[in-house]
């Protein structure tokens, strides 16, 4: 147990979550922008995976940013694909986000299969390249605190700092943009946009397309920082556990990074654990997070009714 | 709309025909994509269309094959149909689809497993479990208002979680280290109807199935109630139908379905063990059977048919030519997202005669003034 | 030269329908222009038009003496045009600033300037006299307010001219005075109101000109100082008589519905419905009056078991009600024919036969142990189809194979299919054309000679007039005036009663209580 203690306030544990944390939390904020324009996008999953595998095998052929660039890419494409057929076409968002999903799910396997000359499972054959990491070991020159600057905040991938950004840049466009406000507008009631001339089409669209870029580019950290290279299926689920997280941090980007971070501690403990103890239940604890979506979910639900009553309705 | 004027049945016929009409364009479109891209990728794409459309009922066992997986699809589908008709968007059957092949395998590995109640047993656990399963997030919408799409999708990842966990730590299994459990002893096996073939008691359990739910779904008071939430719910609240009692109950059988498919995996003679991650995504495959079928529960089978056709004739190709299966997701997104959408011929002949750079149509300009 | 004319509008619906056939309209810079008509005169549809959202067959707008077009509201609204809706088009969750300057945002570089959007709606609510707090959400605001802030939406839009559809239908008597005041106020500073009205006193204390619709045609164009309220609705309904239906002489002695002390209170938790005491007697029609959203609408969802009650007792055929299920007083001879007939009242995508049963599920005659009788829904449908002379493919088609008004006779078959002892309407004939409206009147009063008591609600005060026994007048919730239907009691006398300008004494109405 006390190792177990050790593991968990140590910086190598912090470095750990901020890793796990990454993907999940660009998810999140790809979620959350569909969601506040009245999408729930149920293809974050189907993105991410295509995010990766796309980093993966640019990244065979050019540098890393272009691969990143990538794999933003082809999540912001399904995200217009989404669109299309959701907007043009009339089909059913969430059908049409399983569309996406099944297509990334047999699609991946088949381009990796393609790239590697017929293995399906992972990319390992592949030269693929990583991401880089920020070296501020040169923190530890401040006196004091230096050296735990350094463990805390050296190491880190590129795309995290630019996470961090992105959330900040997320609830800079919502809450102080004009564009913002269209888009919460177009979400909770779009006949009120549209009276004003706002074309709200067109605005579901882009939310959708930047959700998907999002999704994209945490694919792209998952498969070029936290792994590097492909598996299949080697998003396991983020794609929801990130529309989870919007739901826990009550639709705001402070609140969805603080769900993303909790939910990314809870990824990097069911990492840390089997290495600890033989019968590490890692399992049970990759469980937890779709467990507190779902107690936040009736959590929310119940919270939203009692206002209601509150107000005097039966 | 079709014209009042006819006989009636003349117009449902030849809704029905624009319906199938709508299908097999979807699907060939699908084709077409998928040979284009065999065309681009494989040294010998007429070679992989052959395997993929022509061998399959050469042999008695991939026959099998076929048939073992429509009976699977068959129950999806049918899982999904339901949920669907009371425009519920549940997307739980995979975790059912886990939970009730937990249930089968705790009755198959124990004393009971070994006697003749093994397999009526099993079924029965694992139906149980499923609508337990199914039940939860009905009852999360009904009586907290929590989204049934989100919490089916969590509870998904809770059951495989829960699998993975129990089968490398609880269930008994062969050697330590490996992630099956042991064999089901015979008597928990269902029983083949055709030697040296996969298809087993699943293929009438499924027929069964079919038969059940049509008869539900159109024959009793609780299928027309159904429909009616399905098609208005403020109707039905108006009519005086419980529409949250409905909705719950239907997410409930569909569970239960679920449930049986799990049981149809692991007691089957495809596998005949518990083992982890044995459902392949095949359960997320329902949701094009119903769609394509329309929900209707007697052309689940009709339409699993061809999509289980399809999905076993790529693996025949994945084996003997170098094209993967998996490009088979290519042609199931494809027709979801043709067959859920307003496409139609005329719609993409005008798309492709237009390209991509126009001006917003009459049509959205009218949409944004409403 | 005129500011606004419309020459020769026709429009015809898809489905048939002409709401608008050869309509005139001379609109002067700077007057405050009524356009009044009956339900179904076709102004609602002209406003559209003026606003571009709906576009005409024939005819032509001209702007400042040009020929304009416009295919969307945008347009409209660059050429200053500014358009309130009865429904409001507000988020609610965004402060009052919010949403008047969605859409035309103050921006520096990519930031939303949110004090100078605070300022300048300041700056236009204080100009125009439209007092509203720019910060709070709209959803906390009472209608009057939010009715504001839509008039402040085309005004910061730079609306030259308004165009206001039914403004005072859901506000109270005090609150229309402070919108007559408003409305002077952006008179005077130039621009010009286009308002859109049914009630005669309104119109004549706020407008200057006034056109006169009637069945989609122009009557008329007046000066108000020109006409009294008599000549205005002569011109409006064309000829003196209202359409009156032929009614037998009925025994009214069995009470069959009795209401007591009932309370509604809405989902913003404001009482709708505030201590309501009525009875309705078999073979009689009571007529709820009231401007819309005084409750009545709320009362009738509280009998047919569709609302919640805050308080109260229901009793339908000598029995309580109060807790009953939907279907339990259907049992008891309970029937309603929903005002939005088509949204609420059918399963479009069902078939006609199942629609026709839909509210009998419990009953022997068609299902037996949770099984369907398939035969006798069909031989239902049959019978029903040809009694009420619904013209539709088969049993087996489709509602949304139907047109319209077929639509609506599935609903009133359905309803009426046996004689109920207590019936509910609402809104029976809006929406509605002559004809239909006949069929819609005859039907129920076939019901009420046959013996079933019935509660209507409307907003016509002729249709309440033609049809009913007793009338009751509902102002906030309550009962303020009961009247006995005679050939003298006039809209006017109801009118001073529905606006809350009086209310009689509990002697007064007793004897129309009964």
Known sequence: MTELFLTVFSAAFFVTIIRTTTPLLLATMGGLVADLSGALNVALEGMMLIGCLTAVIVSVYAPWYVAVGAGLGAGALLGLVMAFFSFRLKADIILVGFAINILAAGGTVFALALATGGDKGTSINLQSKAVPSVDLSFLDAIPGVGPVLTAFLSGHSVLSWIAAF?????????????????????????????????????????SLIVSGALAGLGGAQLAMFNYVGFTRDMTAGRGFIALGAVLLGARHPVGALIAALLFGAFEALAVVMPGLFNEAPAELIRMIPFIVTIAALILFSVRAQRALALRGVK | MSSISGTNKSSRWSAVRKEIGRAGGALLISLIVTFVIVLLTSKDPLGAFEQLLTQLPQKTRTFGYWIDDVAKLTITGLAFSLVFQARQFSMGVQGQVYIGALAATYVALSPLGASWAGIPLGIAAAMLAGAVYGFLPGIAKAKLGANEIVSSLMLNYVAIELCNFLVRTNLPKPQAGVLTTNDFPDSAVFPMLVDKTRIDLGLILAIVAVLVVWFAVYRTSWGLKLRLVGHNARFAEYSGIKSTFIMVSAMTASGALGGLLGSMFVQGQTYGKLTVLFEGNLAFEGILVAIVARSRPLAVPIVALFYGYLRQGAQLMNIRTDVPAEVIGVVTAIIILLVSSSYSLAFLKRLFRRGVATAPTPAAAAGAAK | MALLEAIGISKTYPGGVVANDGVNLVVESGEVHAVVGENGAGKSTLMKILFGIEQPNAGALMLDGKPVRFANPREAIEAGIGMVFQHFSLVPSFSVYENVVLGSEPRSGIRFERHKAIAEVKAISDRFRLSVDPMPAVMTLPVGQQQRVEILKALYRNARILILDEPTAVLAPQEVQELFVAIRSLVAQGKTVIFIAHKLPEVLEISDTITVMRQGKTVGQVKAKEVTEKSLAAMMVGREVTLRVERKATDQSQRVAEIEGLRVVNARGTEVVAGLDLNVHAGEVVGLVGVEGNGQAETLEAVAGLRAIAAGTIRIADKDATAMSVLDRRALGLASIPEDRIARGLATGATVAENLVATRLNETRYVRNGLLDLKAIKANALQLIERFSIRVGGPASTVDTLSGGNMQKVVVARELAEQPKLLL????????????????????????????????????LGELLALSDRLLVLYRGRIVAAFVNTPDLTPETLGTYMLGLSTQTADEMKAALR
Do not use: C, H, M
Request: proline share 6%; glycine share 10%; charged share 15%.
């Open chain 1, 166 to 206: 992105i959330v900040f840049a997320v609830w800079y466009f919502l809450f102080r943009t004009p564009w913002g406000l269209w888009l919460r507008g177009v979400g909770e009631y779009p006949a009120a946009p549209e009276a004003a001339g706002i074309p709200v089409n067109k605005v579901r669209t882009w």
């Open chain 3, 425 to 460: 309407v609402n809104q029976p004939t809006r929406g509605v054309d002559l004809g239909a409206t006949q069929f819609i009147w005859r039907t129920i009063t076939d019901a009420r000679d046959a013996g079933a008591a019935v509660l209507l609600s409307s907003a016509d």
